[in-house]
């Protein structure tokens, strides 16, 4: 297993357009998680899935965004009509029942909007 | 409302010299108090869970303990490969983390 995986791990694009971010999780994890990030801060929560229900989404979370998992494998976050206060680090992150197992972080996807 | 505080916000040892970093967090429906150490460019990676007062975990130099109201992350004899950012959370429910904003952690030859 090679861990956590998102693609793409850059993304440019100009204020206005949609962008979509893929996860996959380990395979055999069944809960799923989205975190922003912007620099100098911890990462903050944005949704978390368990198989392929969404359970849980922030506050932070407008109506321009949008996840989802189907059949509890893979997720897609959309951000639809970006704004420049968009640009951050986005985290997936897997576990398996319990979150005091730790979570496994991908690498993140950073999106720029200019 | 959930808050994590980290301080100091950056510390440069060096190699060998001995420190702590201090997480304080609300206590109120604490569930278990977590440290994760990022590399630029990388996301968080997990080192321990912590769950009641008095606990201590330890993994190679790092050694974390809970108190009522805070914990602490010693790190003994550091090297330089233990530069990094040392990030705490608290979680209240079953699913969410709430972080802080990290300490920068940089050790010196």
């Known amino acids: 297993d090679t861990g956590v995986s998102q693609d793409p791990r850059h993304k440019i694009t100009k204020r206005g357009q949609n962008v979509t971010f893929r996860c996959d999780p380990i395979?055999?994890?069944?809960?799923l998680y989205w975190y922003r990030q912007t620099l100098g801060q911890g990462p903050e929560f944005l949704t978390y899935f368990q198989n392929e229900a969404q359970l849980e989404k922030s506050r932070l979370l407008s109506d321009r965004f949008s996840a989802e998992r189907p059949k509890g494998s893979f997720s897609t976050l959309e951000i639809q009509r970006t704004e420049q206060g968009d640009s951050a680090m986005y985290l997936c992150a897997s576990s398996q029942g319990f979150i005091g197992y730790g979570y496994t972080f991908g690498s993140g996807t950073r999106l720029t909007v200019v | 409302e959930d808050q994590v505080t980290q301080s100091p916000e950056a510390l440069r040892l060096q190699e060998g010299e001995s420190s702590s970093l201090n997480c304080s967090y609300t206590v109120s429906g604490l569930r278990g108090l977590f440290w994760y150490r990022q590399d630029p460019g990388k996301g968080p990676e997990f080192l321990f869970t912590?769950?009641?007062a008095g606990e201590e975990k330890e993994k190679e130099r790092l050694k974390a303990t809970l108190t009522k109201k805070e914990s602490f992350l010693h790190i003994t004899a550091p090297k330089p490969e233990d530069s990094a950012t040392y990030l705490c959370a608290r979680s209240g429910t079953a699913s969410k983390l709430t972080f802080g904003t990290g300490t920068r952690l940089q050790v010196t030859l």
């Open positions: 395979s055999e994890h069944n809960r």
């Open positions: 912590l769950y009641s």
